[in-house]
């Protein structure tokens, strides 16, 4: 009843308001009435707020006298008009109703707060026609989440008040972050408030899901529980940041999984960055995996091992979610957060089984994220990666240590990474280096590197079949060569080979090593063999085996292998180029009869009556028997001279390398192009004798120090410069004529032999008699000095 002397006096707003209510709670809302309270509102939208004041005082009377009954009528009386009314004077409504809804909060009956989220939840669904720039919702934030965290004994009664809790924390989410005029939800303040509660519902209810998995338990459930009803939260809460609040939600996440130790086990971790990694907006996901990086760095010398594995396994199982969606910077930057890392791990002192896990650990994630990338991506990682490696140069443990650990990064994204052209996959930038490190002085390096070729290079899936040196080959894959991979070899062929040669005769070189070479070999020859390469890879088969009968440094068995591995690759090659499989046939014939020991597989350890040298020549391969076949068959050394194997110009080999008219690595010699800097720009004779280029004479070159050749070309340089200042003049003209003689002995030649080809002609060309006349004439160029 209204106070005061009298009822008719009141007010009318206050008689319809006290008309809704009636004598005993338990008949409900008069909805005549209510239906005339409303009708009065809209008619009047001025009295709207003083409905409002006037229904909040009569709650608020209400929860202190415990009459619940009426409690419950003057709320659902509030959601009425709030529901029936949309003028702009709403929001003095609202501001009453939201006291109301505090003031249910506040009490201490758990049935009054669950009464008021749920009025709450109705009025979150109700779009306002005007903005609220004063409306504050710290109150509802902090009173929800604690409902989040009820601990009731009774199990049925906890569970309810939890999911009043979370539908009013989702309610508040809907509200303010749809209208960026009212109160920031995603201040940091809030968040950390209503991430640990929802992460709170969910870990829960992971555990009683594990508890009862014996019990049958299933998901169909007529009322979702208070864990999924916090999961749905958790979707919908990341499915509104955008990207500068991602960072805000996942930030709270972080830390309470450190506050709680919940990283290891990372079940639950791993599941909770899953449902934001699939929630949040696609374009943003990459974000996400960023403040996951930069957490694992803050834990790299505050944690042991097992947290930051954890934490790094978490990265590796959603990694590639983020992947599909990286584009430009922000995949090298995850890269190179993910190589960093590798890095600082290298530098700790700690040697022990958990930190070597953290490591494989994050390369497993590297190659889970490179997986979904293009391509053209995966070959500018692998750059990149290799620019980050270590120089052999070095022998720091913990580089050694890093260079183990990228290479192996290398070989994961190499291995996702499907080769359609050799060109295209090791561009000079990549393959240089990668050769570089193929002669390094740590067999696991090498054996690395080479692995990371089986995996760029095998096209067609040969590897498994050519994993160890062997003479039965079955069901190899092969397709014609194309242009692009002749040109391959023609470019960088002589630099790979002579890396190949360099690495085998390395005296550590390991059973495995050996194979691996083997393999590598194996796999160009399969690839990249055609009537143009043909040359190139017998001169490296025949390489191999001078290698093993002139090397001083290799082990016995290490030059037995050379031998078996030699043999087995001219075996491929007959098996590509049918003309020499009798002969192929009758080498193994002679080794099983005079030399078993050279067959395949290759052996850790050979007996002492097994020699490596003082080998039978019907034993070894003969470049005159394997040439005069070739011959016999049309093919012809001279034919493949822009294809014949060189030693590389790159890197580190800077001599001038030229091939003479036979394709035998003995028959190479070495011209020091002394004169090439005189004015006429004709080249001196060398004065000392042409070099003969064998392995050992090779290694020398390349052994000699840069600076020294640098030296000497410095001295010739300074004694030229010196003998034209000092000279006479008489015998610089001299000189300059008697070059101009030979010059010109040298064209008349060229042009007589141009006559005499014109003069045998075809009859038929008659045409261009003329012409070839003209051209038989002899043409004598004047001497400079002449004129």
Same mark, same amino acid.
Not at 205 to 216: M, Q, S
């Given at each position: 009843?209204?106070?005061?002397?009298?009822?008719c006096?009141?007010?009318?707003?206050?008689?319809?308001?006290?008309?809704?209510?009636?004598?005993?709670?338990q008949?409900?809302?008069?909805?005549?009435?209510?239906?005339?309270? &409303?009708?009065? #509102?809209?008619s009047?939208?001025?009295k709207?707020?003083?409905?409002?004041?006037?229904?909040y005082?009569?709650?608020?009377?209400?929860?202190?006298?415990?009459?619940?009954?009426?409690?419950?009528?003057?709320?659902?009386?509030?959601?009425?008009?709030?529901? %029936?009314?949309?003028?702009?004077?709403?929001?003095?409504?609202?501001?009453?109703?939201?006291?109301?809804?505090?003031?249910?909060?506040?009490?201490?009956?758990?049935?009054?707060?669950?009464?008021?989220?749920?009025?709450?939840?109705k009025?979150?669904?109700?779009?306002?026609?005007?903005?609220?720039?004063?409306?504050?919702?710290?109150?509802?934030?902090?009173?929800?989440?604690?409902?989040?965290?009820?601990?009731?004994?009774?199990d049925?009664?906890?569970n309810?008040?939890?999911?009043?809790?979370?539908?009013?924390?989702?309610?508040?989410?809907?509200?303010?972050?749809?209208?960026?005029?009212v109160?920031?939800?995603?201040e940091?303040?809030?968040?950390?408030?209503?991430?640990?509660?929802?992460?709170?519902?969910?870990?829960?209810?992971?555990?009683?899901?594990?508890?009862?998995?014996?019990?049958?338990?299933?998901?169909?459930?007529?009322?979702?529980?208070?864990?999924?009803?916090?999961?749905?939260?958790m979707?919908?809460?990341?499915?509104? %940041?955008?990207?500068?609040?991602?960072?805000?939600?996942?930030k709270? =996440?972080?830390?309470?999984?450190?506050?709680?130790?919940l990283?290891v086990?990372?079940?639950?971790?791993?599941?909770?960055?899953?449902?934001?990694?699939?929630?949040?907006?696609?374009?943003?996901?990459?974000?996400?995996?960023?403040?996951?990086?930069?957490?694992?760095?803050?834990?790299?010398?505050?944690?042991?091992?097992?947290?930051?594995?954890? /934490?790094?396994?978490?990265?590796?199982?959603?990694?590639?979610?983020? %992947?599909?969606?990286?584009?430009?910077?922000?995949?090298?930057?995850?890269?190179?957060?993910?190589?960093?890392?590798?890095?600082?791990?290298?530098?700790?002192?700690? #040697?022990?089984?958990?930190?070597?896990?953290?490591?494989? &650990?994050?390369?497993?994630?590297?190659?889970e994220?490179?997986?979904?990338?293009?391509?053209?991506?995966?070959?500018?990682?692998?750059?990149?990666i290799?620019?980050?490696?270590?120089s052999?140069?070095?022998?720091?443990?913990?580089?050694?240590?890093?260079?183990?650990?990228?290479?192996?990064?290398? *070989?994961?994204?190499?291995?996702?990474?499907?080769?359609?052209y050799?060109?295209?996959?090791?561009?000079?930038?990549?393959?240089?280096?990668?050769?570089t490190?193929?002669?390094?002085?740590?067999?696991?390096?090498? *054996?690395?590197?080479?692995?990371?070729?089986?995996?760029?290079?095998?096209?067609?899936?040969?590897?498994?079949?050519?994993?160890?040196?062997?003479?039965?080959?079955?069901?190899?894959?092969?397709?014609?060569?194309?242009?692009?991979?002749?040109?391959?070899?023609?470019?960088?062929?002589?630099?790979?080979?002579?890396?190949?040669?360099?690495? *085998?005769?390395?005296?550590?070189?390991?059973?495995?090593?050996?194979?691996?070479?083997?393999?590598?070999?194996?796999?160009?020859t399969?690839?990249?063999?055609?009537?143009?390469?043909?040359?190139?890879?017998?001169?490296?088969?025949?390489?191999?085996?001078?290698?093993?009968?002139?090397?001083t440094?290799?082990?016995?068995?290490?030059?037995?292998?050379?031998?078996?591995?030699?043999?087995?690759?001219? =075996?491929?090659?007959a098996?590509?180029?049918?003309?020499?499989?009798?002969?192929?046939?009758?080498?193994?014939?002679?080794?099983?009869?005079?030399?078993?020991?050279?067959?395949?597989?290759?052996?850790?350890?050979?007996?002492?009556?097994?020699?490596?040298?003082?080998?039978?020549?019907?034993?070894?391969?003969?470049?005159?028997?394997?040439?005069?076949?070739?011959?016999?068959?049309?093919?012809?050394?001279?034919?493949?001279?822009?294809?014949?194997?060189?030693?590389?110009?790159?890197?580190?080999?800077?001599?001038? /390398?030229?091939?003479?008219? &036979?394709?035998?690595?003995?028959?190479?010699?070495?011209? #020091?192009?002394?004169?090439?800097?005189?004015?006429?720009?004709?080249?001196?004779?060398?004065?000392?004798?042409?070099?003969?280029?064998?392995?050992?004479?090779?290694?020398?070159?390349l052994?000699?120090?840069?600076?020294n050749?640098? %030296?000497?070309?410095?001295?010739?340089?300074?004694?030229?410069?010196?003998?034209?200042k000092?000279?006479?003049?008489?015998?610089?003209?001299?000189?300059?004529?008697?070059?101009?003689?030979?010059?010109?002995?040298? *064209?008349?030649?060229?042009?007589?032999?141009?006559? #005499?080809?014109?003069?045998?002609?075809?009859?038929?060309?008659?045409?261009?008699?003329h012409?070839?006349?003209?051209?038989?004439?002899k043409?004598?160029?004047?001497?400079?000095?002449?004129?």
């Open positions: 009843m209204v106070a005061g002397c009298c009822g006096c009141a007010p009318r707003y206050k008689r319809l308001v006290d008309s809704v209510f009636p004598r005993n709670p008949d409900g809302l008069v909805k005549s009435n209510m239906e005339k309270l &409303t009708f009065y #509102v809209l009047s939208p001025e709207l707020d003083r409905v409002g004041e006037y229904l005082q009569k709650v608020s009377r209400d929860i202190y006298r415990k009459r619940n009954g009426f409690t419950v009528i003057g709320v659902e009386c509030m959601d009425q008009l709030l529901q %029936a009314c949309h003028s702009q004077t709403l929001n003095l409504f609202v501001e009453s109703f939201l006291k109301m809804v505090q003031k249910l909060l506040e009490s201490p009956d758990p049935n009054l707060q669950i009464l008021a989220t749920k009025s709450f939840v009025f979150a669904n109700i779009e306002e026609d005007t903005p609220s720039y004063h409306r504050r919702y710290d109150f509802f934030v902090s009173k929800f989440a604690s409902m989040c965290h009820n601990n009731s004994s009774n049925e009664f906890r309810e008040i939890r999911k009043a809790g979370i539908q009013g924390l989702k309610s508040v989410v809907r509200k303010t972050v749809s209208d960026e005029l109160e920031n939800i995603w940091t303040s809030h968040m950390e408030k209503i991430i640990p509660s929802l992460l709170f519902n969910m870990e829960h209810g992971r555990k009683t899901l594990v508890k009862d998995e014996n019990d049958g338990v299933t998901e169909a459930q007529d009322e979702i529980d208070a864990p999924k009803l916090a999961e749905n939260c979707r919908d809460l990341v499915n509104k %940041a955008t990207f500068g609040h991602v960072r805000s939600i996942v709270p =996440v972080l830390h309470h999984f450190d506050a709680f130790e990283w086990p990372n079940d639950f971790a791993v599941h909770t960055f899953r449902v934001i990694m699939f929630s949040i907006q696609s374009q943003y996901s990459y974000a996400v995996i960023e403040t996951l990086m930069n957490h694992l760095e803050q834990h790299t010398h505050s944690s042991n091992a097992k947290i930051r594995t954890s /934490m790094a396994d978490v990265l590796a199982k959603i990694i590639d979610i983020a %992947a599909g969606e990286s584009v430009g910077p922000s995949v090298l930057e995850i890269v190179n957060a993910i190589v960093q890392h590798i890095q600082v791990s290298t530098k700790l002192d700690r #040697v022990d089984g958990d930190e070597k896990s953290y490591r494989e &650990t994050l390369i497993s994630a590297l190659g994220y490179v997986t979904h990338l293009p391509d053209y991506q995966k070959i500018e990682i692998m750059k990149f290799m620019q980050k490696v270590p052999r140069s070095d022998n720091c443990q913990s580089h050694r240590l890093l260079q183990n650990m990228l290479l192996k990064s290398l *070989l994961m994204v190499g291995s996702k990474y499907r080769t359609t050799l060109s295209t996959t090791f561009p000079i930038a990549f393959l240089q280096p990668l050769l490190l193929s002669q390094d002085d740590d067999p696991e390096v090498r *054996l690395l590197v080479q692995n990371i070729l089986h995996t760029l290079i095998d096209r067609r899936q040969n590897r498994e079949k050519l994993f160890t040196p062997t003479l039965k080959l079955e069901n190899i894959n092969r397709e014609p060569s194309t242009r692009t991979d002749i040109l391959f070899v023609k470019k960088n062929g002589a630099e790979i080979f002579s890396n190949m040669i360099a690495s *085998l005769e390395k005296n550590n070189n390991e059973l495995r090593n050996m194979n691996a070479i083997y393999t590598t070999v194996a796999l160009f399969v690839e990249l063999f055609c009537e143009d390469t043909l040359f190139d890879f017998v001169r490296l088969v025949l390489s191999f085996q001078d290698l093993a009968i002139t090397s440094v290799l082990s016995p068995a290490q030059k037995i292998h050379l031998h078996v591995i030699a043999l087995c690759l001219f =075996v491929l090659i098996y590509c180029l049918p003309v020499l499989k009798e002969y192929s046939d009758k080498v193994i014939k002679a080794r099983r009869d005079q030399a078993i020991h050279l067959m395949p597989p290759l052996k850790t350890r050979y007996e002492v009556y097994e020699p490596s040298q003082n080998i039978p020549d019907a034993a070894l391969l003969s470049q005159d028997a394997i040439y005069t076949l070739l011959k016999q068959e049309g093919f012809e050394p001279t034919t493949v001279k822009s294809a014949a194997y060189t030693f590389p110009r790159h890197s580190w080999v800077d001599a001038h /390398m030229q091939s003479s008219s &036979t394709t035998d690595l003995n028959s190479i010699s070495l011209e #020091v192009d002394s004169g090439s800097s005189t004015p006429d720009g004709t080249k001196q004779k060398p004065n000392q004798t042409d070099m003969e280029l064998t392995v050992e004479s090779l290694k020398k070159i052994n000699e120090p840069s600076e050749r640098k %030296a000497v070309e410095s001295e010739k340089r300074k004694n030229l410069n010196e003998s034209f000092t000279a006479a003049f008489e015998d610089l003209v001299s000189k300059a004529a008697a070059k101009g003689g030979n010059l010109q002995n040298k *064209l008349s030649e060229i042009f007589s032999k141009v006559a #005499v080809s014109g003069t045998v002609e075809s009859p038929s060309r008659t045409n261009n008699n012409t070839s006349n003209h051209v038989g004439n043409v004598r160029f004047p001497n400079i000095y002449e004129l």
